[in-house]
Each structure stands twice: as structure tokens, then as C-alpha cells.
């Protein structure tokens, strides 16, 4: 039997896919966001009506409680890397994931899917991270059941970090890393919204879920697996810490000296306490095996979509294949 689910963060990376999969279910799916008309693309997942984008802050009592009205599941995608303006760490990914979870009980609704991160932990010294475990906290406080899914780097045809990289081998012939020995598991993301479907429609218990790709690889092997991708011969060079703190300071400054203007989502001081330690499953929880899902490694799918940072794009194979005629 067919329900209604808010996605809050419906439109996102990760969102769109659980949107679709949720239409495909046949159910009525209804995406809460800041932009609802930045999301109308949405809509074509499912028949006229059935996908439906609202607006959303997720910072406001009402605002949510209006999106979780007659919802029989909610899925919370909301997260930020940087922050900015009023949309900080603690206001989104800590009490914006416990107000949800507050008003989705308050409202009855049955099934509660949070998205938080691999490395969610309250005592850690960067925000990301201590915001992530304080929202899964807040979560469970009001949701007990609720399946909370912290997933490794997420790549997909939308990613921001190979198709960044990627694009940055186009006007550099050296490609900057920080922590190019940092281990890394990327999960395709249309596996983490096969989770997050089994959740919202019950078919999964709750609890704490790691989910981690096939391959875990350094941050340096994973450029190299992107560049042999894209045919492109760069220098991968790692930045010294000192020398990273001070760029994400400068940008830091630009954004603070326009008023918020520029904002930087290139590199923060937070980021660099990430890319320092490794983004990998602990063991410790649940992960696809639980699930029956097998997960999709990084050679399946990035050729799908990085094709078109090679140097002749689409058509670099069919130049490949005429030198070999000539030769």
C-alpha cells in the first residue's frame, strides 16, 4: 500500500535519488526545500502530481510541521560541509535534525530515515562531526526506531568531489590534495538511497548503519583511478597542513569581508580535520551486508559520467581508435 513521504533535502544529491526511488514505489513524495523552484525537475519522477517540491526551513517549527503534515515517512538528507550565514553546523545538522525528528513523532509518522556521516562523533574537534553525532542523538531521542545511515563519500553523476577534481585537471597540469594518504570507502549513491528506501518503507529495522563502498583506497589511488578515467596525465602534489590552514583561512576571510557574499565551500579549517583521518566503515554497526544490498565500486559508474572531462570528451575514444587505424 502506497504512503506519503517528505524528503527533507529532496532535491539534493542524495535526494533526488531517494525521491525517485519513493516514486517508483508508487508513493506520493513530497520534497521539502529552501529552493522549491530550483527542484520542479523533480516532478518528472513520477506521474503528474505525484512529486511534488515545497518550500522548507528546516530552522522553523511551523515550516516543518507543515511539510510532515499526513507524511506515513520522513527522510532527513539535510546536511552542509561549510557553513554559512544562519545555516551552521549546529543549527542544521544538530537541532535542524532534531526538530524533525520532534514534530515527525509529535505528527505521527511512522518511519523516520536520517542521513548523518561516517565519523559522527560528539567529542570530536571538528563541527562537522560533532554536529552529525549530536543530531543522530537528537533522532533517537525522539524517534527511538528511526534507521540512521552514515554513509562514506557519496559519488554519483552530481558528486562534488571527483567531478571537482576532475574539473580542476582542465586548467592545472598539478592537481593539490590534503591528506592524499587519507583511506576513503566512496559508496555510489544510488546504493545509499536503496538504504534509505528499504527504511522509509519498513522493509529494514532502525539502528545505526555504516555504509561504505567496495574498494578502500588512499585519497592519492582514488585521483589516480580519476585521471586514468578521464585520460589526463597530472601531478598529484599533497599540501602541507600548515600551508592548507592557511589558504582556508584566506577564503575564510574573503567570505567573511564580503559579507557572505563569496561564500567559500573550496576549504575550510573544518575540512581540513576531516581529510586528516580516514573515511572508512568501523565494524562496529550494521552495513549493506544487512541490507542484501551489494555495493557499486567506483570502476562501474565513474566512466559514465567523467567522460566528458577527457580531453576530446565524448569523442576521445573515437580519436583513440583512428591513431590506431593510422598506426
Not at 526511488?21 to 530550483?38: E, I, L
Not at 513520477?46 to 516543518?64: A, L, M, T, Y
Not at 533517537?140 to 552514515?150: D, F, Q, S, V
Not at 571537482?164 to 538511497?193: E, N
Request: net charge neutral.
Amino acid at each position: 500500500m502506497s504512503g506519503l513521504v517528505t524528503i527533507f533535502g529532496g532535491s539534493g544529491f542524495l535526494g533526488r535519488y531517494i525521491a525517485r526511488r519513493m516514486a517508483r514505489q508508487g508513493w506520493r513524495v513530497r520534497v521539502a526545500t529552501r529552493h522549491p523552484n530550483d527542484a520542479m525537475f523533480v516532478r518528472t519522477y513520477g506521474v503528474v502530481g505525484q512529486v511534488e517540491p515545497i518550500f522548507c526551513n528546516i530552522r522553523d517549527d511551523d515550516s516543518v510541521r507543515q511539510a510532515l503534515g499526513h507524511s506515513d515517512a520522513v527522510v532527513n538528507c539535510v546536511g552542509i560541509l561549510s557553513e554559512k550565514g544562519r545555516n551552521g553546523f549546529d543549527a542544521v545538522q544538530a537541532e535542524g535534525a532534531g526538530r524533525v525528528a520532534r514534530i515527525a513523532a509529535e505528527e505521527g509518522v511512522d518511519r523516520m530515515v536520517h542521513i548523518s556521516a561516517i565519523g559522527a562523533d560528539e567529542t570530536s574537534d571538528s563541527d562537522y562531526a560533532r554536529t552529525k553525532a549530536m543530531g543522530e542523538a537528537k533522532v533517537l531521542e525522539h524517534m527511538p526506531g528511526a534507521m540512521i545511515l552514515r554513509p562514506s563519500i557519496m559519488f554519483g553523476a552530481e558528486d562534488e568531489f571527483f567531478n571537482r577534481f576532475a574539473g580542476m585537471t582542465r586548467f592545472s597540469p598539478i592537481l593539490p590534495m590534503v591528506g592524499g594518504r587519507t583511506r576513503f570507502q566512496p559508496v555510489y549513491v544510488d546504493d545509499v538511497a536503496a538504504a534509505a528506501e528499504m527504511g522509509a518503507l519498513g522493509t529494514a529495522p532502525g539502528g545505526i548503519y555504516e555504509l561504505g563502498g567496495p574498494d578502500t583506497r588512499t585519497f592519492r589511488e582514488f585521483m589516480r583511478e580519476m585521471l586514468a578515467v578521464i585520460h589526463r596525465r597530472r601531478a598529484l602534489m599533497d599540501l602541507p597542513i600548515w600551508m592548507a590552514k592557511l589558504m582556508a583561512f584566506g577564503l575564510t576571510a574573503v567570505q567573511v569581508l564580503s559579507i557572505g557574499l563569496i561564500h567559500n565551500d573550496t576549504l575550510t579549517a573544518d575540512q581540513i580535520v576531516n581529510l586528516q583521518r580516514d573515511n572508512v566503515v568501523s565494524g562496529d554497526h550494521k552495513g549493506f551486508d544487512d541490507l542484501g544490498i551489494t555495493p557499486t565500486a567506483t570502476e562501474v559508474v565513474l566512466p559514465d559520467y567523467l567522460w566528458r572531462f577527457r580531453p576530446s570528451g565524448q569523442y576521445d575514444a573515437i580519436k583513440d581508435s583512428a591513431r590506431n587505424l593510422k598506426a
